[in-house]
T-cell receptor
């Protein structure tokens, strides 16, 4: 099992550009989520999904969009990048909600 | 606002010293509790979890944690730390049917 994979590992964007962060898991997990990690703030939930076709907002959803067309994939789209979105982004999955999550290796995003 | 608090931002210990990292949460009702570790440059890995039963839970690498319901606490302990324990440690809580909430993290530096 590859577990949770994320691409790219690093990305630099200019303000206003859009991009998609990819996330995939091969554990047949129903629950998937996206977090951003900022120094001194821990991880904050952006969006989550409890199954294919179902997504919902987390704590900090503004400026981000998600979709879940398959169980395996959960891409995160930045609609118009802003410097405040400079962060490390982690995707995670779990068998179901309320269970431990397995994290991907992260994407370090810099917006200039 | 309801939250997860990790009061120690940075802890510095010598090898073989004992470790205790505090975690308090402010959610009532049923909670699932977790400790994750993030080694430098790596993704989060699960150290241990508590759902129900014995409030003293043992995890990987000699770590343990104690759930004290009356104190809303889930402190992490290790009797003797090693240089390889240098990492950032995150407490996480799933309150009720909600999503996982993280503390801000505690950075542990172990001096050889």
């Amino acid at each position: 099992n590859a577990g949770v994979t994320q691409t790219p590992k690093f990305q630099v964007l200019k303000t206003g550009q859009s991009m998609t962060l990819q996330c995939a898991q091969d554990m047949n997990h129903e629950y998937m989520s996206w977090y951003r990690q900022d120094p001194g703030m821990g991880l904050r939930l952006i969006h989550y999904s409890v199954g294919a076709g179902i997504t919902d907002q987390g704590e900090v959803p503004n400026g981000y969009n998600v979709s879940r067309s398959t169980t395996e994939d959960f891409p995160l789209r930045l609609l118009s990048a802003a410097p405040s979105q400079t962060s490390v982004y982690f995707c995670a999955s779990s068998y179901m909600s309320r269970h431990e999550q397995y994290f991907g290796p992260g994407t370090r995003l810099t917006v200039t | 606002a309801q939250s997860v608090s990790q009061h120690n931002h940075h802890v510095i210990l010598s090898e073989a010293a004992s470790l205790e990292l505090g975690c308090n949460y402010s959610y009532g009702g049923t909670v699932n509790l977790f400790w994750y570790v993030q080694y430098p440059g790596q993704h989060l890995q699960l150290l241990l979890k508590y759902f129900s039963g014995d409030p003293l839970v043992k995890g990987i690498k000699g770590f343990e944690a104690e759930f004290i319901k009356s104190k809303f606490s889930f402190n992490l302990r290790k009797p003797s730390v090693q240089w390889s324990d240098t990492a950032e440690y995150f407490c996480a809580v799933i309150p009720g049917d909600n999503d996982m909430r993280f503390g801000a993290g505690t950075r542990l530096t172990v001096k050889p």
